[in-house]
Every structure is written in structure tokens, then in C-alpha cells.
Antibody, heavy 122, light 107 residues
Framework: EVQLVESGGGLVQPGRSLRVSCVGTGFTFEEYAMHWVRQAPGKGLEWVSGIGWSSGNIGYADSVKGRFTISRDNAKNSLYLQMNSLRTEDTALYFC???????????????WGQGTLVTVSS | DIQMTQSPSSLSASVGDRVTIACRASQTISTYLNWYQQKPGKAPKLLIYFASSLQSGVPSRFSGGGSGTDFTLTISGLQAEDFATYFCQQTYSAPLTFGGGTMVEIK
């Protein structure tokens, strides 16, 4: 059974850093691109960042570019998101999700974790 | 960046109704369009990918259509378990973007 389990969320002050993690089990982690998607309380979904299976092809939303860094460790079946210079508007539930590439730019997110809550507040 | 606009933002419907949700892209995205369902307190669930392909395990009452800039998600015969929020997503170009969501409520 495919499982994605996020961890590392919590309360952090504005301007500080936090790293959230995601462990994937039940599938060959190194064969899949992975993404982070967040959802602010009561709001919609926002794609944050994605990384290819070999750590190539990395992308970021404009709202986090230069502050967040995505990475992965295939030996540990783990995905990470290092979040620096956090702002109150980064408060959200952060989901880890697995991507399946169809063809060309086509891909879809077919498995999601339950999320880890990051709260940025003084 | 490609903007995704969903309409309506919410709707009320009864069990058995046919419901259609629209999603418009700010520029052409071919058929690189996915649909997700999210229930309160849960992670999103993939329903439709590549505009019209039904994800394995998803009931056939869900269907998707469209290409270019205009897309639809249709639920034929709304069931009690379908009351949720629905999001479209384009993967044509980064940054990947989601629509604002459509909440389907019980009338």
C-alpha cells in the first residue's frame, strides 16, 4: 500500500526556518517525481515545489522562490522542504504528493499524504 | 503564470442531480488538466487526468471534457458522498496552478 507521511510541522516565528519531511513507502520512491502542495486554513490548493526522480527538474512557485528549497534522499525514501525566511502567509497544511508523468508536460498527483501543519506567528 | 478560473465557486444540488463545474485557463494548455475532489479534513483525491481520463477506482458518474482553455467536470447522478470541494489543476507549464475550487453543497 502506497503511503506518504509528512512530519516536521509546528509553530515558528516570522523570519525563522523550518524543515518538513515526507517518507514514502509501498512503492519504489526513486522512480517518481515528488511535489509539495499547501493549503492555507479555509483556502484552496497551492502548488509549492516539485522535484524529479533524480533531483533534476526542480521548480518553485513564485511565492516561495529564493526562500524554500526542495530536496530528496532516495536511499531514505524521503522528500524534504527547507523553508527559510518564513512569513505569516506561509501558514498552511503542507501536503507531500507523488506524481505520475503521462507524456510531455502531462502529469498528475495520484497519492497524497495527510499533511503537516506549519503555523508562522509571533 | 497560467491562471485557472473555476465557476461557480459554490453550488447547491440534490442527490440525483447532474452537476457541471467549469474551469478556464488563461492560455491554452492542450489537455494537461486534472480534477481533484477534497472532503473536509482530508487530502485531495485524483478523479480525472489528462482532461478526460478517469482515474482507476473512481465511479463512472464522474467525467471530464474540454481542451485548449475550457474544461468541464460533470457528475451524472450526484450521490451523498460527492458533496465536497473540487479543484482543477494545469500541468502544461510551471508553476503548476490550481483553480480556486468549487464547493458542492446539499440543497
Amino acid at each position: 500500500e502506497v503511503q506518504l507521511v509528512e512530519s516536521g510541522g509546528g509553530l515558528v516565528q516570522p523570519g525563522r526556518s523550518l524543515r518538513v519531511s515526507c517518507v514514502g513507502t509501498g512503492f519504489t520512491f526513486e522512480e517518481y517525481a515528488m511535489h509539495w502542495v499547501r493549503q492555507a486554513p479555509g483556502k484552496g490548493l497551492e502548488w509549492v515545489s516539485g522535484i524529479g526522480w533524480s533531483s533534476g527538474n526542480i521548480g518553485y512557485a513564485d511565492s516561495v522562490k529564493g526562500r524554500f528549497t526542495i530536496s530528496r534522499d532516495n536511499a531514505k525514501n524521503s522528500l524534504y522542504l527547507q523553508m527559510n525566511s518564513l512569513r505569516t502567509e506561509d501558514t498552511a497544511l503542507y501536503f507531500c504528493t507523488r506524481s505520475v508523468v503521462i507524456s510531455g508536460p502531462g502529469q498528475y498527483f495520484n497519492f497524497w499524504g495527510q499533511g503537516t501543519l506549519v503555523t508562522v506567528s509571533s | 503564470d497560467i491562471q485557472m478560473t473555476q465557476s461557480p465557486s459554490s453550488l447547491s444540488a440534490s442527490v440525483g442531480d447532474r452537476v457541471t463545474i467549469a474551469c478556464r485557463a488563461s492560455q491554452t494548455i492542450s489537455t494537461y488538466l486534472n480534477w481533484y475532489q477534497q472532503k473536509p479534513g482530508k487530502a485531495p483525491k485524483l478523479l480525472i487526468y489528462f482532461a478526460s481520463s478517469l482515474q482507476s477506482g473512481v465511479p463512472s458518474r464522474f467525467s471530464g471534457g474540454g481542451s485548449g482553455t475550457d474544461f468541464t467536470l460533470t457528475i451524472s447522478g450526484l450521490q451523498a458522498e460527492d458533496f465536497a470541494t473540487y479543484f482543477c489543476q494545469q500541468t502544461y507549464s510551471a508553476p503548476l496552478t490550481f483553480g480556486g475550487g468549487t464547493m458542492v453543497e446539499i440543497k
